[in-house]
């Protein structure tokens, strides 16, 4: 079958063989042990599907693939992806069917992934389809899918009525409809999984009156269904039928069986619930978001397990600034408040973290008075609460509070605890608190600072973590930026400069760290007569990593100084570097010399 080899034996003609090749070389490769070779082969069907054109890709590749229908799920899963994208290499949407026969028998195989990436290219192929083809061909896919002998091609075929059901017939509607319910009541759990997944994708193409006298009836029992694991699905689905129907129907039809889900003996379902309940508030509106959602709200707020009080805790700011804005602040401070007071205190960390995340949010909500008397109490024990996660997620948000309470409630109230939390063991939340000085300051503003903060700012250049001094480097030159270079000429930089004569190298190291920032900020004069003389005097330092950072920090200032300085001072101090004993030093003087020279 090579090409070359027909020639002399039996007068075949080697163009013909050429034509071959491709085929040829997919079946020796498909046959081969290497597992990777399969891969890679499957990998270039669309350039072999070129090469061989659509006929012969429909008559020869297509039927040739259902054989490796056998192999690795990996080669399984890559044909699957491919053939998804197939249709204009086997000649368009009139021969789209043709990809049905491979797709169906992935879908049946029994590794999972596999069978959803066949799902989701048959899908992509229907909409390939003309109506008469999807009568013709796909809807007895499903049909042989649904009434499969396995499991697995009952839970694929559960993904597959969506598409098909709105451009069907009638008739045929009906018989879905029928098979989707069997897919339901289904014996095997997995099954009745996959359908209670695909409800609510069902449900948005089925008729009102349908979806009333039938999708309902599913969504019902598979929330009543013995395995939690069916039931957690039907939660989903709620959203998706609720958002169809009037507030009436939505009363009447979905919400006993959201308040049951709410209530579940198992905690997955409850956990559900509360994972999903700002959907679930969108989808049933105002009205019955504050007759029905509000007690469930407040009874997952305080569930027996840790998982569920956390889901419903980080779910507490979308839930109170979705509500009624008549009824909002009544229904906050009379009922979810009381169970946030007690989640603050909660026993578990992964609670109180989830609730320092969003806990903030609800001061635009309050409003001023209520966030003072009732937030700002909670916020405090929230700042020297054990865990430092739920530390961290106050600090972040502290934006929020300023903005309600203004800066002289924030400074008398919070301020003493960020303080406190500036030397906290947790470098996290140290560097948390560096990232927010510079809008903290801007809001205290310049004598609050100093009396207060400056110290703070300082204490953060000597920290014995590195990505600290980094925070605190860059902290100075924004509060340069903010506050004005003869602010920094009087406040800063004589504290910065004392640190070039530190006894620690690292020290002296973040000092020209600082300058590298600082001369941005400060400005040509600054940079030249106060900041220069301490660089240059600084090349004679004994540590070698100090010396190559001097040549790095006079070419990284080089734009910042008087011009006049270049040649007489800066010049002969790179130029004695560029002769150092250290390697790197020198590489790093040659570096600045031609960059200053640039």
Not at 44 to 70: D, H, Q
Not at 130 to 156: C, I, K, M, N
Not at 303 to 325: I, N, P, T
């Amino acid at each position: 079958m090579m090409a070359g080899a027909g020639g002399a034996a039996g007068g075949v003609d080697a163009a013909a063989d050429d034509s071959l090749y491709p085929i040829a070389v997919l079946i020796d490769e498909l046959k081969n042990d290497d597992v990777q070779l399969r891969l890679n082969s499957i990998k270039k069907l669309s350039t072999i599907a070129l090469a061989l054109g659509v006929e012969r890709t429909r008559a020869e590749l297509i039927p040739f693939l259902k054989e490796t229908i056998y192999d690795e799920d990996e080669v399984l899963l890559a044909l699957a992806e491919q053939l998804g994208e197939f249709v204009s290499l086997v000649g368009g949407a009139e021969h789209a069917w043709c990809l049905l026969t491979p797709l169906e028998a992935l879908a049946s195989v029994e590794e999972t992934v596999v069978r959803d990436r066949a799902v989701e290219s048959l899908k992509a192929v229907a909409a390939h389809h003309s109506a008469a083809h999807l009568e013709e061909y796909f809807f007895p896919l499903v049909q042989r899918l649904a009434a499969g002998d396995w499991f697995s091609t009952r839970t694929s075929a559960c993904g597959l009525f969506a598409c098909c059901y709105p451009r069907v017939p009638t008739v045929l509607r009906a018989e879905l409809r029928q098979h989707f319910r069997l897919l339901c009541q289904d014996d095997t759990p997995m099954v009745r999984r996959a359908a209670a997944a695909k409800l609510g994708e069902f449900a948005k193409v089925v008729e009102l009156e349908y979806l009333k006298s039938e999708i309902i009836a599913m969504f019902v029992n598979l929330a009543q269904d013995e395995q939690d694991s069916v039931r957690l699905l039907a939660v989903e689905a709620s959203i998706s039928i609720a958002g169809l129907l009037a507030t009436d129907d939505v009363e009447q039809l979905v919400m006993p069986t959201v308040r049951s889900c709410a209530v579940d003996n198992s905690w997955r379902v409850r956990y559900m619930v509360a994972d999903k309940f700002g959907e679930l508030q969108a989808a049933v509106g105002p009205d019955l978001a504050r007759a029905d959602l509000v007690p469930a709200f407040q009874s997952l707020l305080k569930d027996l397990e840790a998982e569920v009080r956390a889901a419903a805790a980080s779910k507490v700011q979308e839930f109170c600034m979705h509500l009624d804005k008549t009824h909002q602040e009544q229904i906050i401070m009379n009922s979810i408040m009381p169970q946030i007071k007690e989640l603050v205190v909660d026993p578990n960390q992964h609670v109180k973290t989830a609730l320092a995340s969003v806990i903030m949010g609800l001061c635009p909500i309050l409003g001023r008075d209520n966030t003072i008397e009732h937030l700002l109490p909670l916020f405090l024990s929230q700042l020297k609460d054990e865990c430092a996660d739920v530390r961290l997620n106050i600090i972040s948000n502290l934006e929020c509070v300023n903005e309600v309470i203004g800066i002289q409630q924030l400074s008398q109230s919070l301020l003493p605890a960020i303080v406190e939390l500036a030397e906290d063991t947790k470098w996290r939340v140290r560097l948390a608190i560096i990232e927010y000085m510079p809008l903290l300051a801007g809001q205290l503003g310049q004598e609050v600072f100093d009396e207060k903060l400056s110290a703070l700012c300082m204490s953060w250049l000597v920290d014995h973590v590195n990505a600290i001094r980094e925070a605190a480097t860059l902290n100075l030159k924004k509060l340069v930026e903010q506050f004005g270079p003869h602010w920094a000429e009087t406040n800063i930089v004589p504290k910065v400069l004392s640190m070039s004569q530190d006894q620690n190298y690292l020290h002296r190291m973040t000092y020209l760290f600082c300058i590298n920032l600082l001369a941005e900020a400060c400005g040509k004069d600054i940079t030249t007569r106060v900041l220069l003389p301490t660089v240059l005097a600084m090349a004679e330092d004994n540590v070698a990593n100090v010396r190559f950072n001097v040549a790095k920090t006079l070419q990284k200032i080089g734009p910042w100084l008087d011009p006049g300085v270049i040649q007489p001072q800066v010049k002969p101090v790179l130029e004695k570097l560029n002769v150092d004993p250290d390697v790197d030093v020198k590489y790093f003087a040659s570096e600045a010399i031609a960059g200053l020279a640039g």
